[in-house]
Structure formats: structure tokens, C-alpha cells
């Protein structure tokens, strides 16, 4: 099954870039999504991106996919501290449920 | 987007007493939902998959006779704690598919806020 790994904390200052990398191992996933949680809250939909696709840009939201490697990554750019939660990648074949990783938790200093 | 919604958003129960958590989406229809269970500080892990009409199919390790599922309509799937425990407590969260993509990508699962239960 799908394995998804995730560095755990990250930390930045308001108004930088934020990076947050994920690895995946299924290389048949075809949407990988990424969810925000806030704490005490659910997961909220931030973004996705096809398995056809290298980039995605939303706004401040930018994901790149690297799908040779298994590496997505979501940056947000101009951090604010809004954006302090922890963030799931969540890749998948489209039709089955989906594996998260331990998630990582963003920090945005003031 | 596609919306879901989770009833209650906090239940405390005493042990030994069953509980019931409820979840819709409110804008579309699901034929798929899935319940989660989430420990403090860790990942959401899948408990079962709840399909309209049949019957949930639940992960390995999770037991169905504690933990029933139904889902009666396109629209709500409860999830019922049978016989509480302490041990029972934590962050449950359902999640919807979207087969129609209405607010985004086909099949795309939107999650509800989740239901915090604390077993005294």
C-alpha cells in the first residue's frame, strides 16, 4: 500500500516562502491533494494536482510534482501567521481512500 | 467547495454508554464516506469505509461490532461507539467523495470538522 512521508516541523518567518516536501511510494496515484488542519478542526482542502501535471499555482499556493521521484511539494508563499497548521499530502489512485502521513506541523514567526 | 458537516462537534460520555456521531454533506451527494480516528499529535488513521446502501468495510484491527457505520442515505453516515471506554476517546472524522468533482477534481474527498470524544 501507499506510503507517505513527511518532515514533521517546519518553521519560518512571516512573509518568507514555506516549503513543505512529501514523498510518496505508489506510483500509480493520480490526484495528490494537499489538507490543511487547524487545530481542533478537520481537514480542510488547500489544493491538488494531477498526476499529468509538474506545477500548480493557486494564488499563494504553489505544488510541484516530481513524479519520477515520488516528490510533491506545496509551497505558500508570503507566510502568514494564518498559515500556521499541520499539512497532509495525501496522494491517490482517485477511487481509494486516502493515506496520510504524519503530516507537518507548520510554525510562522511573527 | 463541497461542504460536510459533523454532529456533535464534542461529546462526554460516561463509560459503558453508546454514542452517536453523524456526518452529511450538505451539497452534493456521497455515495462513499470514510471515518477517521486521530490521536493527539498524529496522523488521521482510516477505521472504515462506509458505502451508501451496503455495508462499511472496516480496517484491520478495527472492530465493527464496537464501532457500527451506517449509511442509509446519499447524504449521512453515522457512526455509532458501542459501549464506550476511555480508551475510546479521541478525535473522529468523517470524510465524503465527491464523485461528481462539484468542488474540484472528480472523486475528491472533503472532510467534516470532526467530533472530539471524551469517555469519563
Known amino acids: 500500500g501507499e506510503d507517505v512521508e513527511q518532515s514533521l516541523f517546519l518553521s519560518v518567518r512571516e512573509g518568507d516562502s514555506s516549503v513543505i516536501n512529501c514523498t510518496y511510494t505508489?506510483?500509480?496515484?493520480?490526484?495528490l491533494y494537499w489538507y490543511k488542519q487547524e487545530p481542533g478542526a478537520g481537514l480542510q482542502l488547500l489544493t491538488y494536482i494531477f498526476s499529468n501535471m509538474d506545477m500548480k499555482q493557486d494564488q499563494r499556493l504553489t505544488v510541484l510534482l516530481n513524479k519520477k521521484d515520488k516528490h510533491l511539494s506545496l509551497r505558500i508563499a508570503d507566510t502568514q501567521t494564518g498559515d500556521s497548521a499541520i499539512y497532509f499530502c495525501a496522494p491517490t489512485e482517485g477511487n481509494t481512500p486516502l493515506v496520510f502521513g504524519k503530516g507537518t506541523r507548520l510554525s510562522v514567526i511573527a | 467547495g463541497a461542504v460536510v458537516s459533523q454532529h456533535p462537534s464534542w461529546v462526554i460520555c460516561k463509560s459503558g454508554t453508546s454514542v452517536k456521531i453523524e456526518c452529511r454533506s450538505l451539497d452534493f451527494q456521497a455515495t462513499t464516506m470514510f471515518w477517521y480516528r486521530q490521536f493527539p499529535k498524529q496522523s488521521l488513521m482510516l477505521m472504515a469505509t462506509s458505502n451508501e446502501g451496503s455495508k462499511a468495510t472496516y480496517e484491520q484491527g478495527v472492530e465493527k461490532d464496537k464501532f457500527l457505520i451506517n449509511h442509509a442515505s446519499l447524504t449521512l453516515s453515522t457512526l455509532t461507539v458501542t459501549s464506550a471506554h476511555p480508551e475510546d476517546s479521541s478525535f473522529y472524522i468523517c470524510?465524503?467523495?465527491?464523485?461528481?468533482?462539484?468542488?474540484?477534481?472528480?472523486?475528491?474527498?472533503?472532510f467534516g470538522p470532526g467530533t472530539r470524544l471524551l469517555v469519563l
Open positions: 505508489d506510483s500509480s496515484s493520480t490526484y
Open positions: 470524510s465524503a467523495r465527491d464523485p461528481a468533482g462539484s468542488g474540484g477534481a472528480r472523486e475528491t474527498q472533503y
